[in-house]
């Protein structure tokens, strides 16, 4: 799938922008209008269609830009240096930090899907792109511990990490990444490190 079309931030789109994703997260991209937003924004509805078109490539850039800012914040805490178990787990430390200040509802992505289930609409992959950039992080984070299991044990981890982002969107109990975290490092704790290998296949003990 082509990557979906982007547009030129001037100060107005960036306005626009600003206001537009603080509305969809809080309110819901389907109960977010155009009007409502160039009123945020303090933006003329011409604006607005003058800089993105139409309300679905707002929906593209809002995603865009969320994710775009996300990867780059993880990028900028996993030390390459670091130990492959202590990479693995500041993913939940950085997701926990990140839910914690900018995104009380849970993760946007899977807010958004709820949402935006057509393939054919063009914000649908960025949201399934970044949950796929995940996985193969997972993964790769996970190679060095265990090289024949890193595909089972991405796909475990990242069950955990979306799992405890569903469940602090919904406020079902707290501390819902630290609990996973936890989960996390006893699972990390019967594996091998880079250093000796005891890979067992796809079975983590």
Known sequence: MDPPRRVAMTPAARRALE?????FYE???????????AAEAGVTKKT????????DQIVVEYLADRDERWRACLDARLDASAPPRDRILAVFDVSREWMEATSPRGCSMVNAHAEIDDPSHPAYAIIT???????ALFTDLVRPLVPAGADFLG???MLLHEGALVAHGLGIFPGALVQAREQVAMLLAGTA?????????????
């Open 19 to 23: 206001a537009a994703g603080r509305l």
């Open 129 to 135: 792109g970044q949950k796929q950039w995940m996985l």
């Open 27 to 37: 309110r819901g991209i389907h109960a977010v209008g155009v009007d409502l937003i």
């Open 155 to 157: 796909r475990t981890l």
């Open 48 to 55: 607005l269609y003058d800089r993105f078109g139409s309300k």
């Open 193 to 205: 490190d880079a250093s000796g290998p005891r890979a067992d296949g796809n079975r983590v003990s």
